[in-house]
């Protein structure tokens, strides 16, 4: 995938080692936008850039088989990225979009949708059949966003949460990936 034009203002593209930290940083920012009250903010203001950049430059240099990470930038440089591979759950044929965040000033322009479907592309051409991604249960934005995309939310489920406890998820299934990717 090269680095295709997203209307006039962002481009997407596979994200490389050198992205680490401005995947980083993406990450931290939208985790603090996002997570505002449903996540502890003592947990959200430790959160280090610097660690996640070593995290996202490790996972860039040595992908897992099948593995994809898109970016998508303005002029200013990256506002989002989907990452995703084979399903944690490890269902024959299932891919999962494992992280998926745009800076709350960048959304709004189907960044996001681009990101969700390119990557559900990139997973399908290595031979996933299903895609399914998570969100916390009571982040009502996104659960209407993957509604609106046509996913089918599956029952929630408890799951560690960051710095201990549970969370409520819930995941959202396409059963036929092509349903996205058309």
Same mark, same amino acid.
């Given at each position: 995938?090269?680095?295709?034009?997203?209307?006039?203002? +962002?481009?997407? +593209?596979?994200?490389?080692?050198?992205?680490?930290?401005?995947?980083?940083? $993406? #990450?931290?920012?939208?985790?603090?936008?996002? &997570?505002?009250?449903?996540?502890?903010?003592?947990?959200?203001?430790?959160?280090?850039?610097?660690?996640?950049?070593? /995290? +996202?430059?490790?996972?860039?240099?040595?992908?897992?088989?099948?593995?994809?990470?898109?970016?998508?930038?303005?002029?200013?440089?990256?506002?989002? &990225?989907?990452?995703?591979?084979?399903? /944690?759950?490890?269902?024959?044929?299932?891919?999962?979009?494992?992280? *998926?965040?745009?800076?709350?000033?960048?959304? /709004? #322009?189907?960044?996001?949708?681009?990101?969700?479907?390119?990557?559900?592309?990139?997973?399908?051409?290595?031979?996933? %059949?299903? *895609?399914?991604?998570?969100?916390?249960?009571?982040?009502?934005?996104? /659960?209407? +966003?993957?509604? #609106? *995309?046509?996913?089918?939310?599956?029952?929630?489920?408890?799951?560690?949460?960051?710095?201990?406890?549970? *969370?409520?998820? $819930?995941? &959202?299934?396409?059963?036929?990936?092509? %349903?996205?990717?058309?």
């Amino acid at each position: 995938m090269d680095r295709g034009r997203i209307g006039t203002q +962002f481009v997407l +593209f596979p994200a490389g080692p050198a992205d680490a930290e401005a995947l980083a940083r $993406v #990450h931290v920012a939208s985790w603090r936008e996002t &997570y505002r009250g449903l996540l502890p903010d003592a947990y959200l203001a430790r959160m280090s850039e610097t660690a996640h950049a070593r /995290r +996202f430059a490790r996972s860039l240099l040595q992908p897992g088989p099948d593995e994809v990470t898109l970016a998508t930038a303005d002029r200013a440089g990256i506002v989002g &990225y989907a990452a995703g591979g084979p399903s /944690r759950r490890r269902v024959p044929g299932e891919a999962e979009i494992a992280t *998926l965040y745009v800076l709350r000033a960048a959304q /709004r #322009h189907g960044l996001g949708r681009r990101l969700l479907v390119e990557t559900a592309r990139a997973l399908a051409a290595e031979g996933a %059949k299903s *895609l399914v991604i998570s969100v916390l249960r009571d982040n009502i934005a996104a /659960r209407g +966003f993957y509604e #609106h *995309l046509g996913g089918e939310a599956e029952p929630p489920r408890l799951e560690p949460g960051p710095g201990g406890g549970l *969370l409520h998820e $819930v995941a &959202y299934r396409w059963a036929d990936i092509g %349903k996205l990717t058309v």
